[in-house]
T-cell receptor
Framework: DSGVTQTPKHLITATGQRVTLRCSPR?????VYWYQQSLDQGLQFLIQ???????AKGNILERFSAQQFPDLHSELNLSSLELGDSALYFC?????????????FGPGTRLTVL | QQQVKQSPQSLIVQKGGISIINCAYE??????FPWYQQFPGKGPALLIA?????SEKKEGRFTISFNKSAKQFSLHIMDSQPGDSATYFC????????????FGKGTRLSVIA
C-alpha cells in the first residue's frame, strides 16, 4: 500500500458525460501528479500540482481540468467524454524539494466510456 | 516524440534466469531514473532508482546499470522468479524527481517454471 488513495476504483459512463476522479496523497506529500495509462499510449503525464498551485502541464486535453484543495487532495474532472478517454487514471504524490524525490502511485481509477 | 525508449516489449525468462530490460533517453537534463513494477489491476510501484553520477546500483536481485555517455540504462533481475512476472517501466525525470516522470512503453515479463 503506497498510502495514496483514489476513488472510485471503477467508473462506467456514457459519451458526453462528465466525471470527477479523486485522489488523496500520502501524509506530508505536497505534490500531486495525474497520469493516464492506455494500451496504445502507455503512461502519460497529465498535470502536476504543488501545494494547491498548478506546477506543470502535460498532454492534458482542454476537456480535462484538475485542482488541488487546501487539504491537499486533488480532483481530476473529465468532461464531454469520448470513447477514447477510456483508460486507467493514476494519481501519484511526492514530497517536494528533496533529492531523489520518489513518486508514489495510487491504485488508479479505471474509466470506461460507452 | 518519445523521450524514453524501452525494449523489449515482452520477455519470457526461465525461472532462475536473468531478465534484462533496456532503456535509452534523449534529454540530457534528466537526472533521476526510476524503475517501476506494475501488477495487473495495481498502480506502478517504485522498484529501484539511480542518478547519473553512479554507474550501477544494486538492491537484492535487482540491479540498474547506467551509461551516461550512451544515454542508456538497464534493469537486470537476477534469479528471476514467477512472482517477478509483471510489467516493468523505466522512467526519467529532472530536478531530482520534482518534475513529472517520462515513462518508457513498458516491458511485460513472464517468468516460467
Amino acid at each position: 500500500d503506497s498510502g495514496v488513495t483514489q476513488t472510485p476504483k471503477h467508473l462506467i459512463t456514457a459519451t458526453g458525460q462528465r466525471v470527477t476522479l479523486r485522489c488523496s496523497p500520502r501524509s506530508g506529500d505536497l505534490s500531486v501528479y495525474w497520469y493516464q495509462q492506455s494500451l496504445d499510449q502507455g503512461l502519460q503525464f497529465l498535470i502536476q500540482y504543488y501545494n494547491g498551485e498548478e506546477r506543470a502541464k502535460g498532454n492534458i486535453l482542454e476537456r480535462f481540468s484538475a485542482q488541488q484543495f487546501p487539504d491537499l487532495h486533488s480532483e481530476l474532472n473529465l468532461s464531454s467524454l469520448e470513447l477514447g478517454d477510456s483508460a486507467l487514471y493514476f494519481c501519484a504524490s511526492s514530497r517536494w524539494g528533496q533529492m531523489d524525490n520518489e513518486q508514489f502511485f495510487g491504485p488508479g481509477t479505471r474509466l470506461t466510456v460507452l | 516524440q518519445q523521450q524514453v525508449k524501452q525494449s523489449p516489449q515482452s520477455l519470457i525468462v526461465q525461472k532462475g534466469g536473468i531478465s534484462i530490460i533496456n532503456c535509452a533517453y534523449e534529454n540530457t537534463a534528466f537526472d533521476y531514473f526510476p524503475w517501476y513494477q506494475q501488477f495487473p489491476g495495481k498502480g506502478p510501484a517504485l522498484l529501484i532508482a539511480i542518478r547519473p553520477d553512479v554507474s550501477e546500483k544494486k538492491e537484492g536481485r535487482f540491479t540498474i546499470s547506467f551509461n551516461k555517455s550512451a544515454k542508456q540504462f538497464s534493469l537486470h533481475i537476477m534469479d528471476s522468479q514467477p512472482g517477478d512476472s509483471a510489467t516493468y517501466f523505466c522512467a526519467a525525470t529532472s530536478n531530482s524527481g520534482n518534475t513529472p516522470l517520462v515513462f518508457g512503453k513498458g516491458t511485460r515479463l513472464s517468468v516460467i517454471a
